[in-house]
């Protein structure tokens, strides 16, 4: 299994930015996937996820209402849209897929949920 996360750059506060992730190695389309993000000296933290088999989005707090999650089946991609952005959501950005298992809800919040991890894109908001 392979996960690619693509699209990071720099963007100014207020502005939009999508960021893709794409899979490989998974049997069949609808995917689990989760976002996470590491900023400089802190811990990573869960961004969003979006369920296996379904259109259900979960959401961190910081970023519900200005981050939208989406997927292409025919593509095996799932998005991230960051809208309104704030040089707080500077960080490198994660997406993660629990495999060809599909987790309770409350684990995808969890980054030890999710054995399959691609490279990170970083993102920096800043004018």
């Known amino acids: 299994v392979q996960l690619q996360a693509f699209g990071g750059g720099l963007v100014q506060p207020g502005g939009s930015l999508r960021l893709s992730c794409s899979a490989s190695?998974?049997?069949?389309?609808?995917?689990?996937v989760g976002w996470f993000r590491q900023a400089p000296g802190r811990e990573r933290e869960f961004v969003g996820a979006i369920r296996k088999g379904s259109s259900a989005t979960y959401y961190a707090d910081s970023v519900r209402g200005r981050f939208t999650i989406s997927r292409d089946n025919t593509n095996n991609r799932v998005y991230l849209q960051m809208n309104t952005l704030r040089p707080e959501d500077t960080a490198v950005y994660y997406c993660a897929s629990p495999g060809t298992g599909n987790p309770i809800m409350s684990s995808y919040y969890q980054a030890s949920t999710y054995p399959y991890w691609g490279q990170g894109t970083l993102v920096t908001v800043s004018s």
């Open positions: 190695g998974l049997t069949g389309g609808r995917i689990g």
